[in-house]
């Protein structure tokens, strides 16, 4: 199969990933929307981890929450990091705990009573994520995840799991990025309504 050949199935079944997604997801993208809204009506903050293009997510959601998602609404900054950014601390919790540690290390520091942690993993067995919802938990966080169709290990941990029903990597990150592009909207309405 040559390269035009394959654009129209991949595009299809990114698609058919988005669907599916809309379909047997919404109720937790509402769930995990109106979760961080309330976590910031309280005084809350979010945070943000995930690897690879998912450290990518984290910091596009972040930049959208605090930012602003169309030029023609300004409202006040929603509070949120991601844990993904800071290479020295990054390295320096690498090296002096092992990798698995440097999410968790930023929740211990950062996470208080009542924040949320958006936790990010393809494969749902990212050990540094898992073990970062482990300590939010502990630290009275309230967590989401945002998995593949298996969940893997961290689907069943997180308070909110948004499974994109797909095994398929690329097809997962593609959906997430639409879960995470709509919960900042859905989280913009709730918080700042249009007059």
Not at 13 to 33: D, L, Y
Not at 148 to 173: C, F
């Amino acid at each position: 199969m040559n390269a035009e050949e394959r654009i129209g199935p991949y595009l299809e079944e990114t698609v058919g990933t988005i669907t599916r997604t809309a379909e047997r997801c919404a109720e937790q993208i509402a769930e995990g929307a109106a979760l961080i809204a309330d976590s910031i009506r309280r005084g809350g903050k979010v945070l943000i981890c995930g690897n690879g293009g998912s450290a990518a997510d984290s910091q596009h959601l972040a930049a959208e929450l605090v930012g602003t998602l169309t030029l023609d609404r300004r409202r006040p900054p929603i509070p949120a990091i991601a844990l993904t950014t800071d290479t020295s601390i990054l390295t320096a919790v690498a090296n002096d705990f092992g990798f698995e540690g440097v999410f968790a290390r930023q929740v211990e520091a950062v996470g208080s009573v009542g924040d949320v942690l958006i936790a990010i993993s393809t494969s749902g067995n990212s050990e540094d994520v898992l073990l970062a919802v482990e300590v939010a938990g502990r630290q009275g966080l309230r967590t989401i995840a945002l998995t593949g169709e298996s969940g893997g290990k961290l689907g069943p941990t997180a308070d909110v799991a948004i499974r994109v029903p797909s095994g398929e990597t690329s097809h997962v990150q593609e959906a997430h990025l639409a879960v995470e592009q709509l919960i900042a909207f859905l989280v913009e309405d709730e918080l700042y309504p249009r007059a």
